[in-house]
């Protein structure tokens, strides 16, 4: 039995973000709008964060029927927590929290220029429809849900419309999203034609009955609709363009949660609805793999050469969704020999990185809106010495970076490690090419990793160190205390998620239905355990998050214990100076490194894959003597290879045979009663030779 | 062995790494120099350089922050963790159950991170030379490196660092195809790794061709001895680890083979340690620094070397 509690719960939540989706449209003035948006709003999300705690701490599926609408059987609304739900919930919780925290001292940014309230309320539609989506349990309200989620974010991202780009990344990501929209539906129309039921309910009955061309299908349509969704390569295009597009809160949402919400469904439907049981599922499997490492690999290569901070965060997007892919992939395969053990490693991993990902990269668009807001330019070109101006959100923008290169102590780091723990077990499986395949997908993964480590450098070296590049960052500001409010809690889970890795790994455990001690101790504060067996050998590989920081504060002790020693003799002191400038006199700000510079040799290693375009001009002081310049400019610029080899040849198809339908639109009346007689003639010859 | 009597040995071998770190760094300087037909400096001449920066005065630039004062700190922070992890000396530590041959990578890469980051924090061009070098050699350098890790972990089971150096232990002299494929990208990279030539000059500060040293130019006094000594001790370690787990001969293949073999082991590791450093410094005086985007055909070369040893070992 579930306690009673659950059942208000729910209703609460509903009615909190319609309250703040309602109450700031009463108010006329800009701070009392953003106070009665964004305060229900975090309350209702950290009721989310308790709600699904609860059932996650209860192992029990919570059902709920709305009384409202269940007068209308056929569009009843019939609520399904289970723990994967429940865990996705729990991540939509866990950013919407500090997100909206957040909002509250970054909506006055808008004020007077834009309507504060419209921001408000669509954020809470926003993410009361996420919130929705995960908990719902049919095919209709899945898919209105899903829709209205889908509408809330593409207004969030034309909300600053009078710039024509944001303009066109709406339409792009409006056009996407329905692409990949498409797709789910035809995936949940065949499990209709094979259960004859549009509940989810029936799905999860049935899916030990697909054959195995329905499981195929459904699998195929479902990665490609959902993918789109979370920004798999070749379907992330929108990605880059809409999140940057987008207010800075709203970008943390939808990079850190509505992403993940196309992950549910991906998860949704291979735990659920296309369970691979059988060998012949692998290459299902091995599909997501190869889909998640190239993502990994595009986005990361994109992002390394960005100078834009948040078109650089929205290309890590990709990466790690990719990262989150390969990782489901990887259980996939693993589910299909029936290798239990590692298939839920890989599964503990994947969702491990879905939940951390949710947090520093929420953390990450916080801090670059902190940015954005204190200088007015997302170029990082333009900025530079902001750890002086903004100390803090310096300081949490590096708690971010550090999680998400996946370096130790942070939540970045255990879960990467469970991905490579996942790669590492595939020796177990059975089949040559495949063990192959996997390792060689290792590689992609590594280049990721350290590619990615190598661009944090960049944004956040860039970006807070050094000197400033421009007057606007040299006049930054720090941001607002509610904004350091809810880097803080972004920043606070980061760490715990790092450092207490058990707290996550139950949560899992008990969402997925597995057994927690394959893969860590049942003990808090114990180590992350993976096993290997094989031709004799026997070891046990571990990673204890608790034991490592006590060591390294050990260390740090004890060197600062030895430096107070071994120096005590002489007193030192420590001198200001400028920067060493090889002679030449003051430096200016224009001779440091910029983000463009900075990551030129990555551009050029890679120049296969970015095929730069360099333009060179030049200006003469006269036409005879071309040795003395009067100005050189230099345009450098990478290209987008999807968009230029692979959308623009598709839509140039397509219009091409729009345009020729279009000459059956004559304008003349008489050709117009000629289609409407040659269609009754067909029509009744139809209805003739019908048999 | 108790668990207390481990954390003392533990602690006592990490406190030799420590201390010999830059003995190593004196003798790969000795044999550079005398295949150069130099005399060249002491051995110990690494210590009297530390000895004299820590004590001296520190000139710090005013575009700094606090990223460039803490993170030599931090570097010899995660260096000398990350050496508590690895059996250098014995065939064993007793933090294997806490962290693996991943975390010690990572350990590695975060003192990296800091490093590249200090680099910029100067507004110098030199500290970006550096940093921008760096990010594409060490990005290049980890499939090569994980790859590696996959290989050896395939082969000797896992990535706990005391099972694998334990099973090496056990196999003896390493004849599976695969580990020799292993072994040359792993030298590879752990060249790419201590900024050894052709991929980094270590005794240059000429701004065509420096690397970590372009980083680290702004420091100077205590801060610049602990990134030496670090820089020191992550060698010794990487060199031990490559030792250990390629070239176990006189490793005992536990922790309870007596005093007296795990001393002669001790010894062996040390010997081996110095052949391997006396080659590195002498391929040193054998080849050129390699132009900056002829590096990344190299790392490819460890890459392909390390998926040949992976195909050698699932046929």
């Known amino acids: 039995m579930t306690p009673d509690y659950f059942s208000t719960l729910l209703p609460a939540i509903v009615a909190l973000f319609i309250l703040g989706a309602l109450l700031p449209l009463v108010f006329r003035d800009p701070r009392r709008e953003s106070i009665a948006s964004f305060v229900p709003a975090a309350v209702g999300s950290l009721l989310t964060v308790v709600l699904s705690a609860s059932v996650l701490l209860s192992h029990q599926v919570f059902r709920f029927s709305s009384p409202v609408v269940a007068a209308l059987p056929s569009m009843s609304l019939s609520f399904y927590i289970d723990g994967i739900a429940a865990f996705f919930m729990l991540i939509i919780g866990l950013v919407a929290t500090p997100v909206s925290v957040y909002s509250l001292g970054y909506a006055n940014s808008y004020s007077g220029k834009h309507s504060v309230r419209a921001l408000g309320s669509l954020l809470n539609v926003f993410v009361l429809s996420m919130v929705l989506v995960t908990a719902t349990n049919g095919v209709f309200s899945f898919l209105l849900f899903w829709e209205l989620m889908s509408l809330a974010s593409f207004l969030l991202v034309v909300y600053e419309h009078e710039k024509e780009t944001n303009l066109r990344s709406g339409i792009t990501y409006l056009v996407m999203t329905h692409i990949g929209t498409a797709f789910i539906m035809a995936a949940f129309l065949v499990l209709y034609f094979q259960t004859g039921s549009l509940s989810f309910d029936s799905f999860r009955a049935s899916a030990g009955n697909l054959g195995p061309f329905t499981k195929d299908l459904v699998f195929v349509l479902a990665l490609v609709g959902f993918g789109t969704k979370a920004g798999l390569v070749p379907m992330h295009i929108w990605l880059p363009k809409a999140h940057p597009s987008a207010p800075s809160n709203v970008s943390a949402l939808m990079s850190g949660v509505m992403l993940k919400v196309g992950i549910y469904g991906l998860v949704r439907v291979t735990l659920d609805f296309a369970v691979p049981s059988s060998p012949g599922d692998a290459w299902l499997g091995m599909l997501m793999v190869v889909a998640g490492s190239s993502s990994a690999l595009v986005g990361v290569l994109y992002a390394s050469v960005e100078h834009d901070i948040k078109r650089a965060l929205a290309y890590h997007s990709v990466e790690n969704i990719g990262i989150i892919v390969l990782g489901l992939g990887l259980s996939v395969v693993f589910m299909s020999y029936g290798l239990e053990t590692i298939a839920a490693l890989a599964l503990l991993a994947s969702m491990y990185h879905s939940l951390n990902h949710a947090v520093f990269k929420g953390l990450l668009f916080m801090g670059a809106g902190s940015v954005l807001m204190g200088t007015g330019t997302a170029d990082m070109n333009k900025m530079g010495g902001l750890a002086k101006k903004m100390p803090w959100t310096a300081l949490f923008f590096l ?293 | 062995m108790t668990s207390l009597a481990a954390d003392v040995v533990s602690a006592l071998q990490v406190g030799a790494v420590v201390a010999l770190a830059p003995l190593l760094t004196g003798i790969m300087r000795k044999v550079k120099a005398r295949t150069q037909k130099r005399m060249g400096a002491s051995v110990f001449q690494p210590y009297y350089e530390l000895s004299k920066l820590w004590v001296k005065d520190e000139v710090v630039s005013e575009s700094t922050s606090w990223i460039f004062s803490s993170t030599p700190w931090i570097v010899a922070v995660a260096t000398v963790t990350a050496a508590f992890f690895v059996p250098v000396f014995l065939p064993f530590s007793p933090f294997s159950a806490a962290g693996d041959l991943l975390l010690v990578v990572g350990l590695l890469a975060l003192a990296r991170f800091f490093t590249m980051l200090a680099g910029i924090d100067a507004a110098s061009a030199f500290g970006g030379i550096g940093t921008s070098r760096e990010m594409m050699i060490s990005s290049l350098v980890e499939p090569g490196l994980f790859l590696t890790i996959f290989v050896v972990s395939l082969t000797l089971g896992g990535t706990n660092l005391t099972s694998l150096v334990v099973a090496a232990a056990k196999t003896g002299v390493v004849i599976a195809p695969s580990m020799l494929f292993a072994l040359i990208s792993l030298f590879v990279i752990i060249l790419a790794e201590t900024g050894r030539l052709p991929f980094d000059n270590p005794a240059t500060h000429l701004e065509l061709t420096m690397v970590h040293e372009a980083m680290v130019l702004e420091y100077s006094g205590r801060s610049l001895a602990l990134l030496e000594w670090s820089q020191s001790t992550k060698q010794l370690v990487l060199l031990a680890l490559l030792v250990n787990l390629f070239l176990p001969l006189g490793m005992p293949t536990s922790i309870e083979a007596g005093v007296t073999m795990l001393g002669l082991g001790s010894v062996a590791v040390l010997l081996k340690v110095c052949l391997l450093a006396a080659v590195v410094a002498y391929v040193e005086t054998r080849v050129a620094k390699w132009r900056l985007f002829r590096v990344p055909d190299l790392l490819a070369v460890a890459i392909a070397v390390a998926m040949v040893g992976m195909v050698f070992f699932y046929l």
């Not at chain 1, 120096?567 to 002191?573: D, H, I, L, Q, R």
Request: charged share 15%.
């Open chain 1, 399 to 691: 708690v971010g970076s550090i999680a998400i290169a996946g370096l130790p102590p942070l939540n970045g780091f255990v879960s990467e490690w469970l991905t490579l723990q996942a790669l590492l077990s595939s020796y177990q499986v059975p089949n040559v090419v495949l063990q192959l395949s996997i390792g060689f997908a290792s590689i992609a993964l590594a280049l990721t990793v350290g590619l990615a480590s190598a661009t944090f450098v960049k944004l956040f070296g860039i970006s807070f160190l050094s000197r400033p590049r421009s007057q606007a960052a040299e006049e930054a500001t720090e941001a607002p205390v509610s904004m350091i409010a809810g880097m803080t809690i972004a920043g606070s889970l980061c760490v715990a998620l790092g450092v207490l890795p058990f707290v996550a790994t139950s949560a899992i455990a008990s969402g997925f239905g597995f057994d927690m001690g394959l893969v860590s101790s049942y003990a808090p504060f114990g180590p992350l355990t993976v096993g290997y067996a094989a031709d004799g050998l026997r070891s046990v590989s571990s990673l204890s998050m608790p034991m490592v920081l006590l060591l390294t504060g050990s260390v740090g002790a004890a060197l600062l214990g030895f430096a107070a020693v071994a120096g005590s003799g002489k007193k030192t002191v420590t001198r200001p100076y400028v920067t060493w400038e090889g002679g030449f006199g003051a430096l200016g700000e224009r001779t440091q490194y910029t983000a463009t510079s900075l990551s030129q040799p990555i551009r050029t290693v890679f120049k296969w894959f970015f095929r730069p375009h360099t333009t060179v001009e030049r200006d003469f002081f006269s036409d005879s003597n071309h040795l003395i310049k009067k100005s050189v400019s230099v345009y450098s610029e990478t290209r987008e290879v999807f968009e230029d080899d692979l959308y623009s040849p598709a839509l140039r198809g397509v219009v091409y045979v729009l345009d020729r339908m279009r000459r059956l639109q004559t304008g003349k009346i008489n050709s117009y009663l000629l289609y409407m007689m040659v269609a009754t003639i067909a029509l009744l010859v139809l209805v003739v030779f019908q048999p």
